[in-house]
Structure formats: C-alpha cells, structure tokens
C-alpha cells in the first residue's frame, strides 16, 4: 500500500533545484513522486527537466508553461504588469527556441489531471484548479470560489500548484494542497518547496511543505548566460 508521497511542482526549467529536491525526497523515503506541471518556462534548462523527470518516470500533469510551449502558442501571465508580460514573452520565446520536439511531444502528451489513492483516501493532482489550469488559488482565496472548487474536485485530499505560494488546509471535507514552486517560489523564500503526503494510522492523509535550500545565485548565473531575458526575476519582483 502506497502511504507517503512527495509532490513536486513548478520546476520552471531550473535543474538544480529540481536534482537536490529530489536527492532531499530519496532521502526522506516515499512510495512515490509526483510533479503538478510547469515544468519548463523561465529557467535556462527546459530540456534537462524534462528528460530528468522521464528518466525518473514521474507521472505528471501539464502546467500553462508546458501546455503552451508543446503546442508553440504565446504565454504570459495575466496577472503581470505590462513590463513584467514584456520580460515573460521574451523568456517564453527563448524557451521555445531552445525547447527541442522531442520534449514538445512529451509536453503535448501529459494529461491535465492525475488520481491516485493514499489508503482509503482520494488524491487528484492538477496545476491550477480542477476548472482551470490557469486558476490561481490562493491562501486568502474566498470561501466561495473554494466551495465552487471543492464542488468540482471529486476527490478527499486536492493537490496544485500554480502560484508558487504553498499552503494548506481543509475546506469543505477536502484537504487543500498547494506544494509551492521548485523552480521559481513565489512568497519571499528563496528555498524550493514540495509536498509531503502521508497516510496517518487513522486512515486520513495528513501534509506537510519541506524546504530545500540550492544555490540560488548560481542558477541566476545560468540564467544569465543562458539570457532567457529576465523571466525568473520579473516572476521573484511579482512573487
């Protein structure tokens, strides 16, 4: 029976981050890893990810990066200022230019969504929302529009990404999972984040966020050299 699982999210194209997260996660010991998308965009190794996370065969859901640069479609985050959505274009042009067929195919390939059981338990995995895989569901997101999602999420404990921003908490019976960003944390914390999922003695599934510290500055010199134009940095000052 499957009772601990680790929940990666929001790589962003940045290696290191994602190769310590996952030596900290064999180190912890879980039954299973999952990613919630976004896997590429910003970062300067989109093709690194990808093949790592293939390589590692974790299953994984499609972000709006990912969905966007397997089907070449233009990108930007609506929420962003209009310099900021200036800076996300060129980086997301970048990214496709350096995006290879091969892991466009795999791109296209994942699926929104993704269900699995702890126990008794139902877990459903998605990047924005079960509605949207842009929606943006906050800490401080009203308790209206989580009734409306939990009312579509079929599902005990609901996972996502999407913001960057982790939290968690139980809301109309549903446990709510955000696991935060790998690649690009959007609250202040420069540390990448994952989810740890664990089925208590009780039948219920509890979580928890862990921190990994990386270096930080060093992935800013690849980007750097890289010069995909600023995407990381206009993503930490909107962040």
Known sequence: MIRRVAVISDIHATLPALGICLQAID????????????????????????RLIQARSIPAVYGDHDYAVGRDLDHSEGDATRSDRDLDRQSFAWTLAHTDPHVKDYLRALPFDL?????????????????SVNEQVLEDTPATTLDGIAAQAD??????????????????GILFVNCGSIGSP???????????LELER??????SIRRVAYNAQAVARGIDAARPVGGVRAQARRG
């Open 202 to 207: 009780s039948g219920r599934v509890s979580a």
């Open 27 to 50: 180190a912890i010991g879980v039954d299973a890893v999952y990613c919630g998308g976004d896997l590429v965009g910003y970062g300067p190794q989109p093709i690194g990810v990808c």
């Open 186 to 196: 959007g609250n202040g914390d420069s540390r990448a984040a994952f989810a740890l």
């Open 155 to 172: 599902c005990d404990v609901l996972v996502f990404g999407h913001t960057r921003k982790p939290w968690i908490r139980t809301h109309a």
């Open 115 to 131: 269900h699995f059981e702890l126990g008794n338990e139902r877990v459903r995995l998605v990047h924005g929302s079960p509605r």
